[in-house]
């Protein structure tokens, strides 16, 4: 199967890295790899160990930040349904579903260049 029709193949970037931040932005969310951005513009769920989360409800913010520091071994994108990164017992999912959205973009991935560095003409919209 061709990048071009893979849908997890630019998720494949982050495996490997560390989660280095998670930031809470006006309405998304965002996961940071000292370059790489994963920005959640539906709302994420996933487990941490075997603590479910749903964001925004109950604790879904101090267990995102529990992310910081992982390192991300693994991903998937079911279109249509969610993408996930994975870090052994944990998953950060991202909503792809049409009931999620609020516009016509779940999620971005901005990749980074050959120094690393962050850029945005190698975006990747879900």
Known sequence: MTAAHDPSASLRLLIGRKVSAVSFVRDY?????????????????????CRAWRFPEGQSQVVMRAFVGVVIDGCEVIPGRYLALDSGEHRFAVPLDDESRI????????????????????LSVW
Not at 29 to 49: K, M, Q, S
Not at 105 to 114: M, S
């Open 29 to 49: 969310v965002e996961l940071h790899f000292d370059g790489p951005v994963l920005r959640a513009l539906t709302n994420p769920f996933g487990l941490y160990g």
């Open 103 to 122: 516009g016509p973009e779940a999620a971005h991935l901005v990749g980074v260049d050959e120094n690393g560095q962050p850029d945005p003409r190698l």
